[in-house]
Structures are given as structure tokens and as C-alpha cells.
């Protein structure tokens, strides 16, 4: 959870300044933060790149038959195989950019709100007793107002947080990101996926 001091996002109204947005989304959506993602997608790409390649062999190998591939065959198959590798990567590119994206205009746009925590519906509940032992996190709801409207936010952390029934915190809103940003009375930020109740 990064720190943050709270008085530079109010005494700055929206739209914020690109070098604070640009710090925040660092430190809202981190670099390191889609790491997992990219060896899972690594993996993926070389699947799709080991498919195509085997296909192309198999083209190849029917039109040319019983005689041995030429070098420029090889060469083509390798130049095929490469291309594929990295357009399997576009879709995973797309998903990075959007997501830092959306926590750029978070900032850049976002309205500070009141919340409060509210006790965990049975659906939450349930899931916190199924966490292990070596799984220990803080899951909340967080009820906030935008015009006139309730919101709830759905907030899971790794680190333990005081997320006491009634307890106030702010929230960061900005309508066309799928999540907010919860500022704790600890200090810093958690992002929360929300819904219009």
C-alpha cells in the first residue's frame, strides 16, 4: 500500500496535473503489479507461436512434399514464427495500457467522496472464512454517494486493515473507471472494484 498524503490530491481540483497523475498511476497500477500476468501470457504467446509454426511446417511440408525445404523456407518459417510471437503479445499490451490508462484518468478526473465501511454481506463473509492460514487479507464493503446515488465498493487487500463496521474513509470516484481508490486512516491507497446498488 503506497504512501500518500492526501492534501495533494484535494488542494489540486480535477483536472490534475499530468506529472501527479503519471506518479500515482506508478504507484496505482505498478509495473510489477502485472508481472504475474506477463509469464502466464508469456506461456500463452509461445502456445500460439508453437501452433502456427506447426501449421506452417505442415503447409510447407504438403506443397513441397518428399524434397528437402530450402533455406529460404527456413528463413520464412523462422520470420513467420517471430511475427506471431509478438502479435500474441498485442492483446496483452491492449490490457496493460487500459488498465494503467483507466488509473490515469482516475486521478487525473477522479472526485473525492465520503465512505464508510460497511459489515460484510454474507457473500464476503463466506469468503473470508475460506481463506487459509497462509492467506491472510483484509475483504470490505465501502458505501459511498455520487449524486444522489448509492455505490458500493468491494475492497480485498493482502495486508490486514482496519476496516471496523461505520469506520469513515474517502474514496476516489471517477464514473468511467471500473474501480476507485480508498484512502485508510492508516495512509495510502487500495483500489476496489465498485457497483451502482
Not at 16 to 21: I, Q
Not at 91 to 116: N, W
Not at 158 to 168: A, E, G, H, I, Q
Request: a positive charge.
Amino acid at each position: 500500500m503506497p504512501d500518500f498524503n492526501m492534501d495533494a490530491l484535494t488542494s489540486d481540483p480535477p483536472p490534475r496535473d499530468a506529472a501527479f497523475c503519471s506518479t500515482m498511476t506508478g504507484r496505482f497500477a505498478p509495473w510489477y503489479g502485472f508481472l504475474g500476468f506477463g509469464v502466464l501470457w508469456f506461456f500463452i504467446a509461445g502456445a500460439v507461436t508453437g501452433v502456427a509454426l506447426l501449421l506452417e511446417v505442415l503447409i510447407l511440408s504438403g506443397v513441397v512434399s518428399s524434397k528437402p525445404f530450402p533455406a529460404w523456407i527456413g528463413w520464412l518459417l523462422m520470420l513467420g514464427a517471430l511475427v506471431t510471437f509478438i502479435l500474441a503479445w498485442w492483446p496483452f499490451a491492449r490490457f496493460v495500457h487500459r488498465h494503467r490508462g483507466e488509473a490515469r484518468r482516475l486521478f487525473r478526473d477522479g472526485q473525492i467522496l465520503a465512505g464508510t465501511f460497511e459489515p460484510p454481506d454474507l457473500v464476503s463473509a463466506g469468503a473470508v472464512f475460506n481463506l487459509s492460514a497462509r492467506t491472510r487479507g483484509t475483504r470490505a464493503n465501502i458505501r459511498f454517494v455520487v449524486e444522489e446515488a448509492s455505490h458500493t465498493a468491494e475492497l480485498f487487500s493482502t495486508r490486514p486493515l482496519d476496516v471496523s463496521p461505520n469506520t469513515p474513509c474517502s474514496v476516489l470516484f471517477e464514473a468511467g473507471c471500473p474501480y476507485v481508490a480508498v484512502y485508510l486512516k492508516e495512509g495510502g491507497f487500495v483500489p476496489a472494484r465498485w457497483r451502482r446498488d
